[in-house]
C-alpha cells in the first residue's frame, strides 16, 4: 500500500560527491514536494513541484537542485555533497482536497556525508 | 511570514491516560488550515487530523481532538485513552495556499 516511495533509505556519502535522491507516487499527485528534518527544527522545505518540469525555489534551497520529468517522479540533488548536508530528507506529494494541501510523505532517505 | 511553534520538546504519558500537545502560529490570513502529523519511530508521516480555519468546531478523529483558537492562534492536539502506538513525533502544521509550515515536533513517547 506504498503510494510515495524514496529509493534510498540510508545513503553515505563522500564530501564532493553529487547525490540523486529519487522519489516516485504513484496517486497521480500534481504538487511534489522535498523536505529536510533536522532535529529542533522541524521540516523545512526545499523545493517543490506543481508540474511536470516545474520547480518552485522553498526556504532553503542553496546547494540543491531538482528534476520533475514525469509527473509521478521528482528527484533531489545535492551536486556537491557538503557535510552540512547530513540529515533526514523528506519526499512528500499532495492533493488539494477541500482547498487543504494535504500531503502524503515517502519513508525518507538519512543522508550522511563524510 | 506564516510561523508555527511547538513549545513541547518533549512529552511523556502513561498508557490510557489524556495527553495534549500544544501549537501556537502566526498568519496574516484569514482563510488557512491546520494539520497535525504524526512521524513513528522509523516509519512513514501520517495525517493524524485537519482543521480549517473557518469552522469553529473543533475537529475530532477517534480518539484524537484539537482545540482551535483562533483569535489566540492556538491548535493544541488532545490524545485520550493514550497507546503504545501513539509513541511518535508529532508535528503541527499550517497551510496557506501552497505555503506549508512545520513547528519543529513534539516527541511524544506513551508508557506502559
Known amino acids: 500500500d506504498v503510494k510515495v516511495t524514496q529509493s534510498s533509505r540510508y545513503l553515505v556519502k563522500r564530501t564532493g560527491e553529487k547525490v540523486f535522491l529519487e522519489c516516485v507516487q504513484d496517486?497521480?499527485?500534481?504538487?511534489m514536494f522535498w523536505y529536510r528534518q533536522d532535529p529542533g527544527l522541524g521540516l523545512r522545505l526545499i523545493y517543490f513541484?506543481?508540474?511536470?518540469?516545474?520547480?518552485e525555489k522553498g526556504d532553503i534551497p542553496e546547494g540543491y537542485s531538482v528534476s520533475r520529468e514525469k509527473k509521478e517522479r521528482f528527484s533531489l540533488i545535492l551536486e556537491s555533497a557538503s557535510t552540512n548536508q547530513t540529515s533526514m530528507y523528506l519526499c512528500?506529494?499532495?492533493?488539494?482536497?477541500?482547498?487543504?494541501?494535504?500531503?502524503?510523505f515517502g519513508a525518507g532517505s538519512r543522508l550522511t556525508v563524510l | 511570514a506564516q510561523t508555527v511553534t511547538q513549545s513541547q520538546p518533549e512529552m511523556s504519558v502513561q498508557e490510557a491516560e489524556t495527553v495534549t500537545l500544544s501549537c501556537t502560529y502566526d498568519?496574516?490570513?484569514?482563510?488557512?488550515?491546520l494539520f497535525w502529523y504524526k512521524q513513528p519511530p522509523s516509519r512513514q508521516m501520517i495525517l493524524v487530523i485537519r482543521?480549517?480555519?473557518?469552522?469553529?468546531q473543533n475537529a475530532t478523529e477517534n480518539r484524537f481532538s484539537v482545540n482551535f483558537q483562533k483569535a489566540a492562534k492556538s491548535f493544541s492536539l488532545k490524545i485520550s485513552d493514550s497507546q503504545l502506538g501513539d509513541t511518535a513525533m508529532y508535528f503541527c502544521a499550517l497551510n496557506n495556499n501552497n505555503d506549508m509550515r512545520f513547528g519543529a515536533g513534539t516527541r511524544l513517547t506513551v508508557k506502559p
Open positions: 498568519t496574516s490570513e484569514n482563510n488557512y488550515y
Open positions: 512528500a506529494s499532495s492533493l488539494w482536497s477541500a482547498g487543504a494541501n494535504v500531503l502524503t
Open positions: 496517486m497521480d499527485h500534481e504538487n
Open positions: 482543521q480549517e480555519a473557518y469552522k469553529q
Open positions: 513541484s506543481y508540474d511536470v518540469k516545474m520547480k
